[in-house]
């Protein structure tokens, strides 16, 4: 379910520019380039509790810096950003020292672009409210396939509406409806030889909603491609 009202529990926020980076490039959720998917600077790793084993990959927070009068915007501007990676536990540090991301804490880690938005750049950790909301894309579900003969997998990217995708069918112009399991992040998999056949998707978001794109790659295709499909 979408939340309408910030989390009232306040969280804390790093950006990654103690690590030297002015992007964060890829992640856990298998998304790759993550400009080419269109997700940017406005990428997050999740905490272990936010990202729960890769199945928050796609979802969209809107989060804002609160109660730092040095270090928060005036007026506490928000930035919305995209779930694409996981922040790792760090047990050697303490949670409110360094281990930001240890288990049960709330953290999100972000590029410094995006920190900026809501932040001073130098402020490195701050503390803020979030709330989940609404994806808004541009454009339609893309499917990228790979894989071989006996393996088949495609990446889902550019989810609209909830952002997060819990399942997953396949079908050729052969086949029936076939169930496919969760590789990693958003990538999903299962055996089968689809090659010649136009093949169709359709993908359950995490409200439940059930969208099918049909016939989105012809019956030439090959691996690695992109196609896109419908949009939520």
């Known amino acids: ?3 309408h009202v910030y989390n009232i529990l306040k969280i804390l926020l790093e950006s990654d520019k103690g690590f030297g980076i002015k992007y964060v490039a890829e992640g856990a959720c298998g998304y790759g380039d993550l400009h080419k998917t269109s997700y940017g ?42 779930a694409t990676d996981f922040c790792p536990p760090n047990f050697g540090l303490s949670s409110d020292y360094g281990g930001w991301c240890n288990f049960p804490k709330e953290h999100f880690e972000m590029s410094e672009a ?21 994806c808004e894309r541009s454009g339609g579900l893309r499917f990228t396939v790979s894989g071989n003969l006996r393996f088949f997998q495609v990446l889902i990217t550019n989810v609209g509406l909830d952002g ?11 086949t029936g409806w076939i169930p496919m399991g ?17 093949i169709s998707f359709e993908v359950t978001a995490s409200s439940g909603r059930t969208l099918a794109s049909y016939n989105v790659a012809p019956a030439n295709w090959q691996f690695p491609q992109t196609f896109e499909g419908k949009q939520f």
């Open 1 to 3: 379910m979408l939340l």
């Open 182 to 198: 969760r590789n990693w992040g958003q990538n999903w998999q299962c055996n089968i030889n689809l090659k010649g056949q136009p």
């Open 41 to 82: 600077k406005h990428s997050a790793g999740l905490s272990t509790i936010l990202f729960n084993r890769g199945s928050s990959c796609g979802a969209c927070y809107e989060v804002r810096c609160v109660d730092h009068i040095l270090w928060c915007l005036q007026a506490s501007p928000s930035v919305i950003l995209t």
């Open 164 to 174: 997060e995708v819990v399942a997953v069918k396949v079908k050729g112009s052969r």
């Open 114 to 134: 995006a920190f900026a938005e809501i932040a001073e750049r130098r402020a490195d950790i701050v503390p803020v409210q979030y709330r989940r909301v609404k």
